[in-house]
């Protein structure tokens, strides 16, 4: 087992219509607005940005993103990620639950090297931090589509 792979997957259930989910997605550069944990985007060129992240743990993981889809009718986004974190992230929303399920997977490398170091013993810890990132993130996307 790689100790550094990582794959997560969160769903979402929100009571907002899908086209209203899809194009608030779909701004990156506007989650800081509404996801606590996302603290800067910035657009690099067209389909590629920095991102930097923090959530309980005292540390901020960059990334730059390069979009590798972008299909509203499909309901897909989809970025590759290089930076501390190597590999993919992709929502995708339908019609569902209370109004929308957004469903969101990422599958990742830790490039970092203190958490490469800390991998084994950390890993309970980095997965609740992720959890936890993903559940701030659900809470400020639902207030912020009530007040769009």
């Known amino acids: 087992m790689d100790w550094c792979r990582y794959r997560f997957r ?6 907002a219509a899908p086209d209203e989910v899809y194009e ?14 996302v603290r800067e985007v910035t657009e690099v060129e067209e389909g590629v940005g920095t991102a930097r992240f923090r ?3 005292p540390y901020d993981l960059r990334v730059t993103g390069r979009t590798q889809r972008s299909d509203p009718s499909a309901g897909v986004l989809e970025v590759r990620m290089a930076g ?14 209370r109004g929308t399920r957004a469903l969101y997977e ?3 490398v830790v ?6 170091r800390l991998s ?18 659900k809470r400020g996307l639902e207030a912020y589509l009530e007040g769009v």
């Open 120 to 137: 084994v013993p950390c890993r309970p810890v980095f997965r609740a931090n992720h959890a936890f990132m993903m559940r701030s993130g």
């Open 55 to 57: 959530s309980f743990l």
């Open 84 to 97: 501390d974190l190597d590999g993919w992230s992709r929502w995708t929303v339908r019609a569902g639950g």
């Open 111 to 116: 490039r970092r090297p203190l958490m490469r």
């Open 10 to 15: 969160s769903v979402w259930d929100l009571a």
């Open 24 to 37: 608030v997605l779909s701004r990156v550069e506007d989650y800081p607005r509404w996801w606590p944990q």
């Open 106 to 108: 990422q599958e990742v």
